[in-house]
């Protein structure tokens, strides 16, 4: 599996940015109220990225050898699935912080200023998101195990296997 990298999280991120702005123009230039995000999402997603974090410390644990008698070795099917939920946390956190930074665009460049209420729970938004990804990218960082000599096999380009065109 491959760490997740910057440049999905950047183009998520500019992706969610567009979709909370046009939200928020959609609703406005159809005469509704801006959409503004619940405050218990922000939260919920602070608790999401301490449970991600507190998954991913026995397979750490289990990958330094730092397991005690009472532990059993970690199932590698459940750190691959830690690490699976790890990577998609850091893109769902980044979606989110994406729209939350769209909405708040959207409030800050109209000629009316924006109630305190929506400015606000745009900004725990982008800040929930922001905590899911480091959370998420964190986890991601513990289910993974430092490479051992013995990965590297030889493969067919190897000198010293197989027949030489120069015999």
């Not at 397991?67 to 690490?83: H, I, L, M, Q, S």
């Not at 305190?116 to 900004?123: D, F, K, R």
Request: proline share 6%; hydrophobic share 55%.
């Amino acid at each position: 599996m491959k760490r997740t990298g910057a440049g999905i999280l950047l183009s998520v991120g500019a992706l969610g940015l567009v979709v909370g702005f046009l939200i928020d123009q959609v609703l406005t230039a159809s005469g509704r109220a801006t959409f503004t995000p619940s405050l218990m999402l922000p939260v919920l997603l602070v608790l999401l990225a301490v449970a991600m974090v507190l998954l991913a410390l026995p397979i750490r644990r289990a990958t330094l050898g730092r397991t005690g008698a009472a532990e059993r070795p970690v199932d590698p099917f459940r750190a691959v699935r830690v690490a699976m939920l790890a990577k998609a946390s850091s893109i769902v956190g980044t979606v989110v912080a994406g729209i939350g930074a769209g909405l708040l665009v959207f409030l800050v460049t109209r000629p009316v200023a924006p109630s305190l209420g929506s400015t606000g729970a745009a900004i725990a938004a982008i800040v929930g998101g922001l905590a899911l990804v480091a959370g998420g990218l964190v986890a991601e960082h513990l289910c993974t195990i430092r490479k051992d000599d013995d990965d590297e096999q030889p493969g067919p380009a190897d000198p010293g296997f197989g027949l030489s065109h120069h015999d």
